[in-house]
């Protein structure tokens, strides 16, 4: 990972995460080829896009996944070149994934501090046995401060409904993110209800300070929760603009093509 002291112009405050004119390629078939975005501290920033768009390969862009062939990655307003999703969380950044990447046997406790096991030490010295009982206090805390209810923090996440697992996931994400939270799908396959407690969560994390990408295919409900939507055509962002200024019909006639590419 290399991390450029070279700034972005024109930031106050700097992102929290981005990028600029961003191109991907894969043999033949060109992803990307020039995907721009700007994530703010405290703002929630849908990116919106047809099936075949290029979100996905620009959500791993900026998780680290993939590197682009051009342009550049922006996190907490300073150039870096991501070869890992390692170096996007040694950065403060983490993603709730679509599949949630829970582990469905384990309580809310151990999958929050999943890769993160707080020890106390052994009596000889070394790092014995985990510290469940600050590993509990800390995620019943980190719940807390985003507002979720769970019925257990011990029962294996299998048995909470969906809403739930995907707090779980928001919740492990935000605890471990010191500059963005990326969200891929967060209300996918979800009801009504479940749908809005998401929403609202993602205010939540927003609330605390940290940039929110949220990738999305929900367009009401990203017409409500969001402050700005960005939309990729064929790899290329073609709209950058505030939420409040968007309709449904908007998003659709610009996700198919119906306006012209910006220039």
Same mark, same amino acid.
């Given at each position: ?11 106050? @405050? ?26 703010? @501290? ?8 047809? *099936? ?32 890992? &999703? ?11 994934? +679509? ?11 151990? *999958? ?38 769970? @019925? ?11 809403? +739930?697992? +995907? ?37 939540? &994390? ?13 367009? @009401? ?43």
């Amino acid at each position: 990972m290399t991390t450029r002291t070279r700034g972005v112009a024109s930031q106050d @405050p700097p992102l929290a995460i981005g990028a600029e004119h961003v191109a991907k390629s894969f043999g033949h078939v060109t992803a990307l080829r020039d995907a721009s975005i700007a994530v703010r @501290p405290g703002e929630i920033v849908a990116l919106c896009g047809d *099936n075949g768009a290029g979100k996905s390969t620009f959500l791993r862009v900026l998780q680290g996944i993939y590197r682009p062939d051009a342009g550049r990655v922006i996190i907490g307003g300073q150039e870096v070149d991501l070869t890992s &999703v390692r170096d996007a969380q040694a950065l403060g950044v983490d993603t709730v994934h +679509q599949d949630l990447a829970l582990a469905p046997d384990l309580s809310t406790v151990d *999958n929050i501090f999943l890769g993160h096991e707080i020890r106390r030490r052994g009596v000889l010295g070394g790092f014995g046995i985990l510290d469940r009982a600050e590993m509990a206090e800390r995620a019943d805390a980190a719940l807390k401060e985003l507002s979720i209810a769970l @019925p257990s923090l011990t029962v294996p996440v299998r048995e909470l409904s969906g809403g +739930q697992r +995907q707090a779980v996931a928001i919740a492990r994400a935000v605890m471990w993110s010191s500059k963005a939270v990326l969200m891929d799908e967060p209300t996918a396959a979800l009801a009504a209800r479940q749908s809005r407690i998401v929403c609202d969560l993602m205010r939540s &994390v927003a609330d605390r300070g940290l940039g929110v990408l949220v990738v999305s295919h929900d367009l @009401p409900a990203v017409l409500e929760v969001a402050h700005r939507v960005v939309v990729l055509w064929r790899g290329k962002t073609v709209l950058d603009a505030p939420a409040a200024d968007l309709t449904v019909p908007d998003l659709v006639a610009t996700m198919v093509g119906h306006v012209k590419e910006a220039a």
